[in-house]
């Protein structure tokens, strides 16, 4: 959500910030901006829709400098348009502000500094924060760095910031709260970013900030402090970030791509995780945790989106090896009640970025109540995986399109280790059974490349369904949350209403709806209720509803049943959902694609969702 890249060097900034900001597109927006400056004069560009017209913009201008921060934004306060885009100056000009987050109180001190004489002219929060240091740095004669200290010390909510100082050319600030920033630390030269992507091709080495961090940033030097005005000593990481995976390599969209990936992305997340002949497995992040693990009287997984149901999964496959209760929230609901938290919980946060703003302050609150705090994320470096006590690292590699899919896959995969070593410990996964879990594991990545042959099928049925208004999934057992990950799948790319049920609720409510317009997409492989979803088909072919069923290779009962099939192959429960909804995955991407939808950019959302 919104997207952050800033430059001061030595180069011409310009192509250097705009290409950066392509690099964040995946992150979602709807106005995009820049602010460059060769140390004497500062021009500004800014325009609602995309960065390529942003790019245009720019480019009629020959102007360029060797500083330049740039923006792109989804909107909160205010609708998306030129004057709500950021950068967004101050009212006397001397601070220029791009900003990711909400100022909570900010109309507060917009009444304040109104009454003070401070003129706006846009709608946003960020313009509130820019007037704010203004306000300070000229009525407290004081520098730009004092100012900024002195604003975010007055603000309440979230934010990651990058500011420029007209009257102090030589130097960019960088501050975060709550919103992800990373400083690029290069030859001569250093960049500012929402996350390594835009500034991978420059620099492999990054400092992650912190909350309450602010970053003095010039060309030769960067020095990090405390907002509250302490030093403090920068950690530089290397990333394990290559180029080419966060270029597109052929195919049309990031979402095709990265369905694609998948056996890869697998195999990445259980690579040198299994012992010498797959005698065991070992989970480094939770090696020092796994018997209070096995010890819990509970596990509370908290989520939002996808991982809420990779999160419904883990349920199932931790309760049935491990024997350990197991509660799904939303992220968003736990922080938000007053949730019972006892000695001996442990409370389990899954996010694919790392940054979701919901799940962080659920972690936040779970660990004030002395709950041992785990997290499964993808990205190095992340919020979550500084913040929990322990955790695993997925190792999907970046996912680029807003819709999740090799998240959801390892996210579950990742569950599934985790509850195969804590059964083992307990004592109720004897040796035999143990080395045969393992040994499906490694045979996972070949059978989603077989599930993966069901594209052209799934290309044929879009062709069929793209003009549905509706549509139905159902499931049971560990393939209702994925019937729950088809249905959004669907509708957050393709915008089809779609709903996920489990099966038997269909009776319930749903099947009132139920005509031969409705197609119903059934994941039915052969799991212990395959003949109870059997029975529920019967009940929408009754209906003339129109089924579309996801089965196991070979199946010759549902696949006389129901009128379109996309078969995966055999696999032990535990990885069913894994299989199955690769198909699924493919329906929805194919049936944006010819419903004309921006499969990456879907409206309205955002990849990292950092505000509430």
């Known amino acids: 959500m919104c997207g952050i890249v800033g430059y001061i060097g030595s180069r011409p900034a310009r192509d250097i910030v705009i290409n950066g900001l392509k690099r964040l597109e995946y992150r979602g927006y709807d106005s995009a901006g820049i602010a460059i400056?060769?140390?004497?004069?500062?021009?500004?560009?800014?325009?609602?829709?995309?960065?390529?017209?942003?790019?245009?913009m720019v480019m009629t201008k020959e102007f360029d400098g060797s500083i330049a921060m740039g923006h792109t934004r989804w909107a909160t306060h205010g609708e998306p348009n030129e004057i709500n885009a950021h950068p967004q100056v101050s009212c006397r000009g001397h601070f220029i502000v791009v900003h990711n987050g909400i100022i909570e109180n900010y109309s507060r001190i917009k009444k304040h500094l109104e009454s003070r004489d401070v003129k706006f002219t846009s709608q946003t929060d960020t313009e509130v924060l820019a007037n704010l240091m203004e306000h300070l740095y000229l009525e407290g004669d004081l520098s730009a760095e004092q100012a900024?200290?002195?604003?975010?010390?007055?603000?309440?909510?979230?934010?990651?910031?990058?500011?420029?100082?007209?009257?102090?050319?030589?130097?960019?600030?960088?501050?975060?709260?709550?919103?992800p920033l990373v400083i690029g630390v290069g030859e001569n030269e250093n960049f500012i970013a929402s996350d390594a992507t835009p500034i991978v091709?420059?620099?492999?080495?990054?400092?992650?900030?912190?909350?309450?961090?602010?970053?003095?940033?010039?060309?030769?030097?960067?020095?990090?402090?405390?907002?509250?005005n302490k030093r403090v000593e920068p950690e530089v990481k290397e990333v394990d970030l290559k180029l080419g995976e966060i270029d597109k390599e052929g195919f049309p969209h990031f979402m095709l791509k990265e369905i694609f990936e998948q056996p890869r992305a697998i195999h990445d997340t259980f690579r040198g995780r299994i012992l010498p002949n797959q005698s065991g497995l070992m989970l480094g992040g939770l090696h020092n945790v796994f018997d209070t693990i096995a010890s819990a009287d509970r596990i509370m997984i908290v989520a939002c989106g996808t991982s809420w149901h990779a999160g419904l999964v883990g349920e199932y496959i931790i309760e049935e090896y491990c024997r350990i209760p197991v509660e799904v929230e939303y992220a968003s609901e736990f922080r938000y009640r007053d949730p019972v938290i006892k000695k001996g919980d442990i409370v389990l946060a899954i996010s694919q970025s790392g940054e979701t703003a919901d799940t962080l302050a659920a972690i936040r609150l779970a660990k004030e109540r002395g709950a041992?705090?785990?997290?499964?994320?993808?990205?190095?470096?992340?919020?979550?995986?500084?913040?929990?006590?322990?955790?695993?690292?997925?190792?999907?590699?970046?996912?680029?399109?807003?819709?999740?899919?090799?998240?959801?896959?390892?996210?579950?995969?990742?569950l599934a280790m985790i509850a195969f070593e804590v059964g083992y410990r307990k004592g109720l996964l004897d040796e035999v059974r143990y080395r045969?879990?393992?040994?499906?594991?490694?045979?996972?990545?070949?059978?989603?490349?077989?599930?993966?042959?069901?594209?052209?099928?799934?290309?044929?049925?879009?062709?069929?369904?793209?003009?549905?208004?509706?549509?139905l999934y159902l499931g049971r057992g560990l393939l209702y949350p994925v019937a729950m990950e088809g249905a959004l799948k669907l509708k957050e790319i393709s915008y089809i209403h779609a709903e996920g049920y489990?099966?038997?609720?269909?009776?319930?409510?749903?099947?009132?709806?139920?005509?031969?317009?409705?197609?119903?997409?059934?994941?039915?492989?052969?799991?212990?209720?395959?003949?109870?979803?059997?029975?529920?088909?019967q009940e929408v072919k009754a209906r003339k509803g129109q089924i579309i069923a996801v089965v196991t290779e070979g199946d010759q009962v549902i696949s006389r049943m129901a009128d379109h099939v996309m078969e995966v192959p055999e696999s032990i429960s535990v990885f069913a959902p894994v299989l199955a909804v690769v198909p699924l995955q493919l329906l929805s991407y194919h049936i944006a694609v010819l419903r004309g939808c921006d499969v990456d950019q879907p409206r309205n959302l955002a990849k990292s969702v950092t505000v509430e």
Do not use: W
């Open 37 to 56: 400056s060769d140390g004497q004069r500062t021009e500004i560009f800014k325009c609602a829709g995309r960065v390529r017209e942003l790019e245009e």
């Open 201 to 228: 091709e420059h620099t492999q080495r990054v400092i992650y900030l912190n909350d309450d961090d602010l970053a003095v940033i010039r060309k030769d030097e960067m020095v990090l402090k405390a907002i509250r």
């Open 436 to 471: 045969d879990l393992i040994h499906q594991l490694t045979s996972l990545p070949e059978k989603v490349e077989v599930a993966l042959r069901m594209n052209e099928k799934a290309l044929d049925l879009a062709k069929i369904y793209k003009d549905s208004t509706n549509a």
């Open 502 to 537: 489990p099966a038997a609720e269909m009776k319930h409510g749903p099947i009132a709806l139920i005509d031969e317009h409705m197609p119903v997409v059934v994941v039915a492989t052969k799991e212990n209720s395959y003949d109870k979803i059997v029975s529920n088909i």
């Open 148 to 179: 900024i200290i002195m604003a975010l010390n007055k603000v309440e909510g979230t934010y990651g910031i990058a500011v420029y100082c007209r009257d102090e050319p030589g130097k960019l600030f960088a501050a975060r709260l709550g919103s």
């Open 372 to 414: 041992m705090v785990l997290g499964i994320c993808n990205v190095v470096g992340s919020s979550i995986s500084r913040e929990t006590n322990a955790g695993v690292f997925t190792h999907a590699g970046p996912e680029i399109g807003v819709a999740s899919t090799k998240a959801f896959t390892t996210q579950v995969v990742t």
